[in-house]
């Protein structure tokens, strides 16, 4: 990275040290919801907002922010990824939304006949996310099924309108405050009557609710979501149940008066079932539970990741590398595989690739209307992206150079893959540049799509030549994977699966008669289903060679039979031979294609290479972050102060300058400057394991005496005036001069001493003086101990009541 990508790295490690890494822990699905996910992402970019929203208010000015653009480009990555993950999460949650709907809406419908009173619909919804809920609760307020798109499917028959109401567990403390919600929920959101304060019913009242329902034109159902169901008082929750079962059990068994449905939110897995542990067996007889699961886990995960990276009709602004890829992988297998943890993770991935500089340039559409020639030129905070885009081309280009003087060797894995750029790169002007940057970018758009499409024709081979990976997991290479498993996608990055390609065309040159017809076939539709019609036409080759060995092979009523046995049918020379030639040209055309991204010209401003996942971000170390500020509290202060003056209005841009230079200690400071609190915990990293309390405090009362007398000497100094230059000294030359000179240091050392003796006298207090420094003193010592054991640093003991042990000994320096 070059000098300026440093800087800005600086500046994400600065925000990151100020929260000590502690962005959001995502670890566990039962602690945290979408909102809390909302709050990481906004956590992360809040000074970066502040500051858009600073230069949107003054456009009037021709100045260029390098920043501003940087976060349009990446608005507008995110926003095409994210788009394309919202539309495979809809397919997967499909059928998902349509269950819950028809189980809400026909809720009261499909009753069992014969039950003493009716049940109340309860909808158990096990591994729900934000996108998930957010689609059910669309569904059941417009009444009608939505395409992936967005717009509605008229072809499919209407279903009834459902109310909703969502409750969180922070609002239903109590009975009447749950019902309250319930209740006014429904009643509130489109009031049709005027009601009297006087006359009309309590709002937790169900009562008001059924009044208020029977109005209604149409009687709409009502559904009832309660998110994070796990952290409901189950006290609570079991007497609203028991509220609106009792209430049903009054009224006709045959028309409800009042269609509430229930829908639980729930992160806990169906077995074992949350509701049966938690719940007693007579609040359960009440309820009707119908329990359904969400798609989520490494499958999901796993279809997510193929059709946003791999999916050869997508292609996404920026690719991530393999590391993020590993990272990502790691993740989702160790401690959540839900939708919202993953969406999470590849923003974070988008956020830490555009701190690069040169991510600028990673839009076509924002070089060509916002990065002109001109803005090039005249803009100075653009100068340093000039610089360094003029680097990497001239770095690249003797590259080039070099690899076409050397002799290639067949041998070799590495392929270099090149732009072929004319003699204007070495003009240096703002437009050659640009012009360079797009033919890099076709360059590298034009290798991603070809290596996608040799990964899905490999898996495609590799799942008619191996067969499905659930049922044949260890038909693979040796010392390799399956193509089509999660792991394998950084490998194919880092152009490491050539052993489970040459295994997969080694295992279809012996595939017989009907699975060599079975996976021509599955070819060309591939290749004939594909939507872009650039990818068409790059692969017409490919094509072509696959319908001319379809047509070679021998009518279908010609395959042979396999037996009972299930042995393994004998190929014929024919079908050897073009089972031979489909072999050979699977692994020349796969190994050809599956090229890694970051041997191109500029490669790093759309791939992210083996750039490391922020994983401070979402994996704190809370613990030697907290001891790393407690032995360095200024580091910390100084990092806070610079990411609050860069996230607040400036008055001017040179009282900014100012203000910078001046900013951060001149030098390491000593024991009596730190807080209280750190000059107690350096004092007890110096003990032992048992810390004598009244030992540490006379060690705490010494660095405080030191502190007075420090502070007091710098306030004397501050008040005393600046000395005057003598005119008549000045006028001297030579030896009278040197004497003078001599004469006067002598005074000034002798007028020092007697200041340093005045002041240690001034030092000495009083009787009533240094009681109250005592009392403070102890004080101090007070409320710094209490500290360190509110963060957990101390433990008590009964043994000796006057010794704390200490918590923590591998204390760095």
Known sequence: MTEVGDTYQKDLDDASKVRGGVVCFIGDPEAHDARRLDVLRAEIYAGGKAREDRLN????????????????????????CLNRVQSILRRLQAPVVDEVATKVTRAYVDVLPGLP??????????????????????????????????????????????????????????????MKGIVTGFVDRAPSVKRKPTASLANFDINLLRVWHAAQE??????????????FDAHVVQDVFYICSSYKRCRSMHVPQLPLVFILLMASPPVPSFLHSAYARSTLALLRIHPVVASSGVAMVKEVLTKTLFDPDFDPYIVLGPTMLEYITDFVTRHSASPDVLVSLLQLAYMKHFTHPLSLLALDHHITHVLTSET?????????????????????????????????TPASPRRLNFVSREARTTTGSAQDLLECVSDARLEFYRHARRMRVAY????????????????????????????????????????????????????????????????????????????????????????????????????????????????????????????????????????????????????????????????????????????????????????HAELVRATTDA??????????????????????????????????????????????????????????????????????????ANGKHTAQKGRARSRSNSRAGMEVDQDQDMNDDDEEEDDEMDEEEEERWKVEVQARFIRALHELDYMGFVKHTGRKPDHVIRTIYDVPD
């Open 376 to 408: 090039l030129t005249t803009s100075p905070e653009l100068r340093p992206l000039v610089e360094a885009l003029q680097v990497r081309l001239l770095t690249a280009t003797s590259a080039e150079t070099q690899a076409r003087s050397r002799p290639t």
């Open 651 to 724: 008055s001017s841009p040179g009282s900014d300058a100012t203000v910078r230079m001046g900013e951060g200690p001149p030098h390491e400071p000593e024991l009596w400057e730190l807080p209280d609190t750190s000059i107690a915990f350096r004092r007890y990293v110096e003990a032992g394991r048992m810390v004598n309390v009244y030992d540490w405090f006379e060690s705490f009362a010494v660095v405080l005496e030191t502190q007075r007398k420090k502070l007091r000497k710098r306030a004397k100094r501050a008040e005393q005036p600046p000395p005057r």
């Open 218 to 231: 149409g009687r709409p159902g009502l559904a009832v979501f309660l998110h994070d169901f796990e952290k």
């Open 117 to 178: 009173y009716p049940e109340l619909p309860v909808i158990a919804l096990h591994g729900a996310n934000s996108s998930l809920v957010g689609d059910i609760a669309s569904r059941l307020e417009h009444g009608e099924a939505t395409v992936l798109n967005g717009t509605r499917d008229s072809t499919r028959s209407a279903a009834p309108v459902s109310l909703q109401v969502h409750l969180d567990p922070a609002e239903c403390g109590s009975v009447m405050n749950m």
């Open 456 to 639: 899905s024709i490999a898996t495609i081979a590799e799942r008619v030549a191996l067969g499905d990976s659930q049922g044949n997991s260890g038909r693979s290479a040796e010392g390799g994977g399956r193509l089509d498993h999660l792991e394998a996608l950084s490998a194919v990055l880092r152009g490491r699966a050539s052993s489970q390609v040459r295994y997969v065309c080694m295992a279809v040159k012996k595939l017989p008669l009907p699975r060599l017809r079975t996976l021509l076939q599955q070819l060309h539709a591939f290749l004939w289903e594909l939507d872009s019609a650039e990818v068409k036409r790059d692969e017409e080759e490919a094509r072509v060679f696959i319908v001319a060995k379809l047509n070679q092979l021998p009518p279908e009523s010609e395959d042979p039979e396999a037996g009972d046995d299930q042995l393994p049918v004998p190929q014929t020379p024919a079908v050897k031979q073009l089972a031979t030639a489909l072999g050979d040209w699977l692994q020349a055309y796969i190994e050809e294609r599956l090229v890694r991204l970051d041997e191109q010209t500029l490669w790093d401003i759309w791939y992210t290479g083996n750039t490391p996942f922020p994983s401070e971000l979402i994996n704190p170390a809370p613990r030697p972050t907290v001891v790393a500020a407690l032995l360095h509290p200024y580091d910390f202060a100084h990092a």
């Open 57 to 80: 208010g003054d456009r009037t000015h021709s100045h260029v922010d390098e920043y501003e653009l940087r976060m349009r480009a990446y608005r507008a990555a995110w926003d095409r």
